[in-house]
């Protein structure tokens, strides 16, 4: 089937995919919304725009390994390249060591059955192979080569592919037509030892499947008891109808039906594959007799073949997948005024239920070469049925609600299936596949350590990181009480639901909570066991007191009275802070909508800056495929002076080493080392000379431009005297709020980083002031750095009395 493939899915990312990013969230972050981007809303010239802008076509060959100098050349080829030939030719094993062998996949095609425009040759096929090879690369981080091959004939295209395989860990087929497909993967598959797979055939009847499941477990059905109803012979319908059967289905229940009706046993002249469905029963002829009662309509055909009055006579609670793309078998419109019951699903993403092959294969060939699988087979596409299934099921992180610009998904009649953008697909299938290849006896390579193969597969796609991974289990070890001020605001009360479900902190809310239990009721959210304080009500009367006596008497040299204590107890940033210096609470998380002045005036008054310093910063961390990165200061100062850079290097100092990391600083400006006599540089030339005799052990230097701190060899090379030779520079501090704005802000939008911050530095206590409107997940983030935070200064406390004692 041509029509449900990928190609909404390539057209409706022309905004998306620009740049070829090869980073997830950076996807998911700029992902406009896709009910804007139908196939309407673009024309011929943008498409064709699109793929010959900058360098022509999507997809390009990248290095790995450095080649700058005569002896990276000869290493990469002759006369060093000998090497690994001849341990390859001793053990052919060992080119997945050696070679990119065991991440590349071959697409390869003959153009016979291209994105339903049909038999248009091999070349003109090549835009939809590059982009089925970028699919795999974002979604999933493997390689690929497009192949296409001038042969329409089987048995010459089967001896073709045969031949290359030895260059590749797996092949995807794809685009070629029926029945000639059947013959070449089934030959494929018994003569190649890597896994093989024909897309258009089990990529749609994996992902439908999936959705099948779970749109019986909503209907109340079984599966062994329902009768379906398969429009379009073609090869996703034959896969379709024998993936179905291996999961429990009856084949004498499942109708097939052609352009020429309903396929009967006694039709002349059927393909094995029409014989393999035809049906026994009587007096079925047209599509109209075959839904007749029917539980399940899987369209794989042509738009508008299947009318309302239809869909009326099927069976209660009808399941109707309609994947003719752009144009379903049944409209959207017209599929839910057939009947109240339906439970409908497309192949199209601006409708719910979008039966997408992007589900399934990047994440199958994934498994598949990670275990160095012989070959897709049936237990492994089964595998691939239920994660996607049972992933359904799971909570919807914000980052996919937020790519889809939605509120909240969850489980239901208009959320059968994951969404094509959502992260947890490669954790989630790639494990199950590459279990089922392990079970099944066709793994070359078995996983043994579960918990690394799921860490290096968020790694893969900058999922995740180490350092937060690390903070993550120790903040589960240690849990602290964090109160979330503005609780009314719906990101940070799902951070702090997602927070207590992750066993990091104990969370307290700040609030109405009538206001907060009706959001969670309205929002899915599971408040169970989590604190509300509304701390207006009259029975907080006696704690505002003493909070505000306590304040009165820290402040009172300041101009505080107990009056005007007392009317801060009204404001939750206070109130919260108040909590966290009298010990009701660890640490607290503020700033999600309120004025970040206001909160950083607040936590002077109430919590104190670090004895030593005069200043507080912030600090952004930036992971990066070049390492870790620190940045500051981010949020706080916006012009700083010298004295103020001068805390702002030593907090950053402090905190880099916090995070386990032994900072290496460079103070940036747009002059390297004194050229600029005036201005922001001389000041900055003037700090680092401050520093180097305040803080000797401190290796930082400056000013100089950021090309120059962040390139070894160009600076090392052109100023061998400074205090930065030979390292490889992780902590950059700004001249100003502006430029560490601009540059924090720019590397995330553009894919280059993901980042965890702002981090408050230079606070007595653990008080974190967030970006405003952060997501869900930079919320959570930062809570387990304030649960963190919290542990070191309980810590640093109880050594205080054991010194004392």
Same mark, same amino acid.
């Given at each position: 089937m041509k029509n449900n493939k990928y190609a909404n899915l390539l057209f409706q990312h022309t905004i998306v995919l620009e740049e070829n990013n090869l980073n997830l969230q950076l996807l998911l972050r700029n992902t406009i919304n896709y009910s804007s981007y139908t196939m309407a809303k673009f024309t011929k010239e943008d498409a064709l725009n699109y793929h010959r802008m900058g360098k022509p076509g999507k997809i390009e060959i990248v290095p790995t390994k450095p080649y700058s100098t005569q002896t990276d050349l000869s290493l990469a080829y002759s006369p060093g390249v000998a090497e690994p030939c001849l341990e390859i030719e001793k053990d052919p094993n060992a080119a997945y060591e050696y070679t990119t062998k065991g991440n590349l996949v071959a697409v390869i095609s003959n153009g016979t059955?291209?994105?339903?425009?049909? /038999?248009?040759?091999?070349?003109?096929?090549?835009?939809?192979?590059?982009?089925?090879?970028?699919?795999?690369?974002?979604?999933?981080?493997?390689?690929?080569?497009?192949?296409?091959i001038n042969e329409k004939d089987p048995e010459k295209f089967i001896q073709i592919v045969k031949a290359?395989?030895?260059?590749?860990?797996?092949?995807?087929?794809?685009?070629?037509?029926?029945?000639?497909?059947?013959?070449?993967?089934?030959?494929?598959?018994?003569?190649? $030892?890597?896994?093989?797979?024909? /897309?258009?055939?089990?990529?749609?009847?994996?992902?439908?499947?999936?959705?099948?499941?779970?749109?019986?477990?909503?209907?109340?059905?079984?599966?062994?008891?329902?009768?379906?109803?398969?429009?379009?012979?073609?090869a996703a319908a034959n896969s379709c109808a024998r993936l179905y059967v291996l999961l429990g289905a009856r084949k004498e229940n499942i109708i097939m039906v052609d352009s020429k009706?309903?396929?009967?046993?006694?039709? %002349?002249?059927?393909?094995?594959?029409?014989?393999?469905?035809?049906?026994?029963?009587?007096?079925?002829?047209?599509?109209? $007799?075959?839904?007749?009662?029917?539980?399940?309509?899987?369209?794989?055909?042509?738009?508008?073949?299947?009318?309302?009055?239809?869909?009326?006579?099927?069976?209660?609670?009808? +399941?109707?997948?309609?994947?003719?793309?752009?144009?379903?078998?049944?409209?959207?419109? $017209?599929?839910?005024?057939?009947?109240?019951?339906?439970?409908?699903?497309?192949?199209?993403?601006?409708?719910p239920n979008q039966i997408n092959n992007?589900?399934?294969?990047?994440?199958?060939?994934?498994?598949?070469?990670?275990?160095?699988?012989?070959?897709?087979?049936?237990?492994?596409?089964?595998?691939?049925?239920?994660?996607?299934? $049972?992933?359904?099921? %799971?909570?919807?992180?914000?980052?996919?609600?937020?790519?889809?610009?939605?509120?909240k998904i969850s489980f239901g009649r208009s959320y059968i299936i994951p969404k094509p953008l959502d992260p947890r697909l490669l954790t989630t299938v790639a494990p199950a596949?590459?279990?089922?290849?392990?079970?099944?006896?066709?793994?070359?390579?078995?996983?043994?350590?579960?918990?690394?193969?799921?860490?290096?597969?968020?790694?893969?796609?900058?999922?995740?990181?180490?350092?937060?991974?690390?903070?993550?289990?120790?903040?589960?070890?240690?849990?602290?009480r964090v109160v979330f001020s503005e609780a009314n605001h719906l990101n940070m009360l799902r951070a702090a639901a997602t927070a207590k479900a992750e066993g990091v902190c104990f969370p307290i809310l700040l609030g109405n909570e009538e206001r907060i239990e009706?959001?969670?009721?309205?929002?899915?959210?599971?408040?169970?066991? +989590?604190?509300?304080?509304?701390?207006?009500?009259?029975?907080?009367?006696?704690?505002?007191?003493?909070?505000?006596?306590?304040?009165?008497?820290?402040?009172?040299?300041d101009g505080m009275t107990l009056t005007d204590a007392l009317e801060k107890m009204f404001d939750r940033s206070y109130f919260g802070m108040m909590m966290v210096e009298m010990g009701n609470a660890d640490a607290m998380i503020t700033g999600?909508?309120?004025?970040?002045?206001?909160?950083?005036?607040?936590?002077?008054?109430v919590i104190g800056i670090r004895d030593g310093m005069k200043h507080i910063a912030a600090m952004h961390i930036a992971n990066t495929k070049k390492g870790t990165f620190f940045l500051a200061d981010t949020l706080f100062n916006r012009h700083p002076n010298e004295e103020t850079l001068v805390d702002i290097a030593r907090l950053t100092n402090q905190a880099v080493k916090f995070f386990a990391h032994d900072p290496v600083m460079a103070m940036l400006s747009y002059s390297n080392f004194g050229v600029d006599k005036q201005g922001s540089p001389a000041s900055i030339?003037?700090?680092?000379?401050?520093?180097?005799?305040?803080?000797?052990?401190?290796?930082?230097?400056?000013?100089?431009?950021?090309?120059?701190?962040?390139?070894?060899?160009?600076?090392?090379?052109?100023?061998?005297?400074?205090?930065?030779? /030979?390292?490889?520079?992780?902590?950059?501090?700004?001249?100003?709020?502006?430029?560490?704005?601009?540059?924090?802000?720019?590397?995330?939008?553009?894919?280059?980083?993901?980042?965890?911050?702002?981090? %408050?530095?230079?606070?007595?206590?653990?008080?974190?002031?967030? /970006?405003?409107?952060s997501s869900v997940r930079d919320i959570v983030n930062m809570t387990i750095i304030a649960v963190i935070d919290a542990i070191v200064e309980e810590q640093k406390r109880q050594n205080n009395i054991g010194e004392l004692a």
């Open positions: 059955a291209v994105l339903g425009l049909g /038999d248009i040759g091999a070349l003109a096929g090549k835009p939809v192979m590059e982009g089925k090879g970028l699919l795999f690369k974002i979604f999933a981080g493997i390689d690929v080569f497009d192949i296409e290359i395989s030895p260059t590749f860990g797996g092949i995807n087929l794809e685009d070629i037509k029926a029945p000639e497909c059947f013959e070449i993967e089934t030959r494929l598959r018994e003569e190649v $030892d890597i896994p093989i797979m024909h /897309d258009d055939q089990h990529g749609t009847a994996i992902i439908s499947a999936a959705g099948l499941i779970n749109a019986l477990e909503i209907v109340g059905k079984k599966i062994e008891d329902i009768r379906i109803v398969v429009n379009g012979a073609g009706g309903v396929i009967t046993a006694d039709r %002349q002249n059927l393909t094995p594959q029409k014989q393999e469905f035809a049906t026994d029963r009587q007096g079925l002829k047209t599509l109209s $007799d075959a839904v007749y009662g029917a539980d399940v309509f899987l369209g794989l055909s042509v738009a508008d073949v299947l009318t309302k009055e239809m869909v009326r006579t099927m069976a209660k609670d009808p +399941i109707v997948f309609a994947l003719a793309n752009p144009n379903p078998e049944i409209s959207y419109a $017209d599929a839910m005024d057939s009947r109240g019951d339906i439970l409908f699903a497309t192949g199209r993403s601006d409708y992007v589900l399934g294969f990047p994440y199958i060939f994934r498994g598949a070469l990670d275990v160095r699988a012989t070959s897709i087979n049936e237990e492994m596409k089964k595998a691939a049925v239920l994660a996607i299934a $049972d992933l359904a099921k %799971q909570h919807v992180p914000d980052v996919v609600n937020a790519a889809y610009n939605l509120n596949v590459a279990k089922a290849a392990i079970a099944s006896g066709v793994a070359r390579n078995p996983i043994t350590d579960w918990d690394a193969y799921n860490v290096k597969l968020r790694e893969l796609m900058g999922y995740d990181n180490k350092m937060l991974r690390h903070f993550t289990e120790t903040a589960r070890q240690n849990p602290k009706k959001m969670a009721v309205e929002n899915n959210i599971d408040l169970t066991g +989590i604190e509300i304080i509304n701390l207006r009500h009259d029975r907080e009367e006696e704690r505002r007191t003493l909070y505000a006596k306590h304040l009165t008497a820290k402040c009172e040299r999600a909508y309120t004025n970040f002045i206001e909160n950083i005036n607040a936590a002077k008054q030339h003037r700090v680092i000379d401050t520093l180097h005799h305040m803080c000797p052990d401190m290796v930082i230097d400056g000013e100089m431009q950021v090309n120059f701190a962040l390139n070894k060899i160009l600076r090392d090379e052109k100023y061998p005297f400074t205090k930065l030779k /030979d390292k490889e520079v992780n902590t950059l501090i700004f001249p100003n709020l502006s430029s560490a704005n601009i540059a924090s802000k720019m590397i995330l939008e553009m894919g280059i980083s993901d980042m965890i911050g702002p981090i %408050q530095m230079g606070l007595k206590k653990p008080i974190h002031i967030l /970006d405003v409107e």
